[in-house]
């Protein structure tokens, strides 16, 4: 139920800011959401810089240094803030906004 209201809402907010759907899997016992590969990360693994967040940086095939400048922090802080904006005038909430859902490419 709930990733049908996920699927619902992808649908009508396309936005350069917002990752696409691509499709899902309605399936009870199997349900998913299926969107691009984001092979930079969250914003969370760059800011954070623990082990397990350089393993998912690997594992995602990121080649660069983690780690972000103060201007990639901001550029990434005002991409969100536009998603958000472009959320909300379409009337959805996002209800789980934190660094671990900024995905960056």
Known sequence: REVMAE?????RCA??????LLGYCGAPRAACIVTALMRGGSLDDHL???PD???????LGF???PGLSWSQR???????????????????LHRDVKTANILLD
């Open 15 to 20: 936005h350069r800011d917002v990752l696409p």
């Open 7 to 11: 699927v619902s809402n992808l649908r």
């Open 74 to 92: 901001l550029s990434a802080l005002c991409d969100a803030a536009r998603a958000l904006v472009h959320l909300h005038s379409n009337l959805i």
């Open 53 to 59: 967040a350089r393993a998912r940086l690997q594992k």
């Open 63 to 65: 080649k660069g240094t």
């Open 48 to 50: 954070l810089l623990s």
